[in-house]
């Protein structure tokens, strides 16, 4: 028999390990983790410019420089798999005046995931900087290891449900709680990776950058897992120390 106040820890705890988990899914899916905001591109020479980098970010090679400063100049947004830039709609560019917008994005391959940055970005033999390429890795496979791990509780919160036992409890909280560290970690690693590549790729004049909402939703997700791994830890402690004196109440 579960006291009520265990029973209703691991409700609030599922519902905020749910919330969670959608929240880090959502974000591990979308570009707008960080974004830039570029001032309006005015003469011809600066739209033939910006025409060259577009088609060179869709079709070109995988370059970190070449991607990067496309992104500066085109109202870019990136995230952990996607890169996206906003460009008119229309094949006439920035010649016709309120043009429809549209988000053209490419993906990061998983072999581009692992492609090493470079101390100047664009410059292979400038050295790798074994900091940025490091953190660039741990961004994305930080999330999936939270992901992991939120499985597995799932799947042994399950177990426990079919056998009606709450001795797993403590270590699904356990697991809770490490793909919370896991999710603040990869919030770590992505803004310290983006201020990387601002030094070492300054951006252009009157471009500003700012955090997308993506980036918020993480931020949100790991506080969640923390709390449910606090409330089933809580409830596993409580449940066992309150079975042993009932235990030893029974033997006395």
Not at 177 to 192: K, N, P, R, S
Not at 217 to 241: E, T
């Amino acid at each position: 028999m579960v006291d009520n106040r265990y029973a209703t820890a691991l409700v609030i705890a599922c519902v905020l390990s749910i919330i969670a988990t959608v929240y880090l899914s959502v974000a591990i899916g979308t570009q707008h983790w960080y974004q830039y905001s570029s001032p309006t591109v005015r003469g011809e020479a600066n739209i033939s410019e910006l025409r060259s980098l577009y088609e060179e970010f869709m079709d070109g090679e995988f370059d970190e420089k070449t991607y990067s400063d496309t992104l500066f100049r085109l109202n870019g947004t990136v995230g952990l798999w996607w890169r996206c830039v906003l460009v008119p709609a229309n094949a006439h560019w920035y010649k016709e005046p309120g043009a429809k917008m549209v988000l053209e994005c490419r993906s990061f391959t998983l072999p581009q995931q692992f492609t090493p940055k470079y101390k100047e970005p664009g410059n292979h033999n400038s050295g790798e900087d074994m900091v940025r390429t490091y953190l660039w890795r741990c961004q994305f496979l930080l999330p999936l290891v939270s992901l992991g791990l939120v499985v597995l509780a799932g799947l042994t919160g399950f177990c426990a449900c079919l056998c009606r036992s709450l001795t797993p409890t403590l270590g699904i909280g356990v697991l809770h709680m490490l793909a919370g560290l896991c999710t603040l970690a990869t919030v770590c690693c992505y803004l310290a990776g983006m201020d990387l590549l601002h030094r070492v790729s300054m951006l252009p004049d009157k471009v500003d950058g700012s955090l997308g909402w993506s980036l918020y939703l993480v931020l949100i997700s790991s506080p969640l897992h923390m709390m449910a791994a606090a409330l089933l830890v809580w409830a596993a402690r409580s449940h066992s120390q309150n079975y042993y004196r009932m235990t030893a109440y029974r033997v006395a």
